[in-house]
């Protein structure tokens, strides 16, 4: 059996996203998706003391509508000094904060000098992996070749990557189009999100879930991370 996951990328995304890389033996980044603005794809929420922020990398989108998220180009370079001296003003006091902050500045140096939103994207994504102890392949959606609608490319995404079972998140019930993986032989599984534990949280209460991964790192740190996490929990993620 091999259970693959397919998702576009996002910016420092939240647990759950980190839960379905988890879940599954090879996680694909679809990239060659087109870009929406003002999604998560160049953004993520972060707890401060009134309340949540966006941190957001800024994308050169005049005259470049329908581009794929692999074109998308960082219009300003100061971004990453910005985003890192955000998370020093909120998470300074955050009890693991210390011991998790030189990996996560270092990031933000290497990141401020790439211009493809996607790269920095998979940066962070991979080093945080590391992080979470989480093994998983990850590859692009590049490395495959990709036709057909939305649910075919999904399809023919798994076929070409020896999927038998594809893991995705609720949100897709609404378009994907589930025949079409069971005629090929690929048995939908589907991520639940409910059931998350709450953590020792900065600026609490209110506890709020929905935000970046770094919150959890800064605030109970890498190693006991996974405790928050449900793929960590008997059963795996689905």
């Given at each position: 059996m091999k259970r693959v996951a397919i998702l576009?990328?996002?910016?420092?995304?939240?647990?759950?996203?980190?839960?379905?890389?988890?879940?599954?033996d090879e996680f694909i980044l679809y990239d060659d998706a087109q870009y929406t603005k003002n999604d998560w794809r160049n953004r993520n929420l972060i707890k401060t003391s009134t309340g949540t922020?966006?941190?957001?990398?800024?994308?050169?989108?005049?005259?470049?509508?329908?581009?794929?998220?692999?074109e998308a180009e960082i219009g300003d370079p100061r971004?990453?000094?910005?985003?890192?001296?955000?998370?020093?003003?909120?998470?300074?006091?955050?009890?693991?904060?210390?011991?998790?902050?030189?990996?996560?500045?270092?990031?933000?140096?290497?990141?401020?000098?790439?211009?493809?939103?996607s790269n920095v994207n998979r940066l962070f994504l991979c080093t945080v992996c590391d992080l979470l102890g989480i093994a998983t392949r990850i590859t692009r959606s590049a490395d495959y070749q990709i036709f057909g609608n939305r649910t075919e490319r999904l399809v023919h995404l798994c076929e070409q990557a020896g999927a038998?079972?594809?893991?995705?998140?609720?949100?897709?019930?609404?378009?994907?189009?589930?025949?079409?993986?069971?005629?090929?032989?690929?048995?939908?599984?589907?991520?639940?999100?409910?059931?998350?534990?709450?953590?020792p949280q900065l600026h609490n209460p209110p506890f709020i879930h929905e935000v970046s991964i770094l919150d959890l790192l800064f605030n109970v740190g890498a190693?006991?991370?996974?405790?928050?996490?449900?793929?960590?929990?008997?059963?795996?993620?689905?």
């Open positions: 576009q990328s996002s910016y420092i995304p939240w647990k759950g996203y980190f839960d379905i890389i988890a879940g599954v922020a966006w941190l957001t990398i800024p994308v050169l989108f005049k005259g470049k509508f329908g581009q794929k998220i692999c971004w990453a000094a910005r985003h890192w001296k955000s998370l020093q003003t909120f998470y300074a006091r955050a009890d693991c904060f210390a011991a998790v902050a030189p990996t996560i500045r270092s990031l933000y140096e290497h990141a401020a000098a790439e211009r493809s939103l038998t079972e594809y893991l995705t998140g609720p949100s897709a019930r609404v378009y994907l189009e589930e025949e079409k993986f069971a005629a090929r032989g690929i048995a939908i599984r589907w991520m639940g999100y409910a059931g998350y534990p709450e953590y190693g006991k991370a996974a405790r928050y996490m449900l793929s960590a929990r008997p059963g795996g993620t689905a």
